[in-house]
Nanobody, 116 residues
Framework: QVQVRESGGGSVSAGGSLRLSCAVP????????VSWYRQAPGKQREEVAT???????RYADSVKGRFTISRDNAENTVYLQMDSLKPEDTATYYC??????????WGKGTLVTVSS
């Protein structure tokens, strides 16, 4: 199965920033939605941010105002800019590229660790 590829995770102190990248297979605009999810140990996976092929975005309440999802159409890449990071943001972040009938691709994840 074709996989998306995440990168950009790492370890930062509280208040720091990271930018995650998600390279999708083919034209990013061919996907109805590209989303970032995260899963912390012992917690259920949650949707963090989503961008639609029309450019609409939505965010989890917990990250609204701190995270920004964006897209570089020429590079077929979706980004998640994470600012003002908190320890509770610590999780493995996964990229999901979805298209009705055609695709539901998941990456392997990239680990984000935020120390207090």
């Amino acid at each position: 199965q074709v996989q998306v590829r995440e990168s950009g995770g790492g370890s930062v102190s509280a208040g720091g920033s990271l930018r995650l990248s998600c390279a999708v297979p083919g034209n990013v605009l061919s996907f109805n939605r590209v989303s970032w999810y995260r899963q912390a140990p012992g917690k259920q996976r949650e949707e963090v941010a989503t961008i639609t092929n029309g450019g609409g975005t939505r965010y989890a309440d917990s990250v609204k105002g701190r995270f920004t999802i964006s897209r570089d159409n020429a590079e077929n890449t979706v980004y998640l800019q994470m600012d003002s990071l908190k320890p509770e943001d610590t999780a493995t972040y996964y990229c999901n590229a979805w298209k009705l009938w055609d695709a539901d691709y998941w990456g392997k994840g990239t680990l984000v660790t935020v120390s207090s």
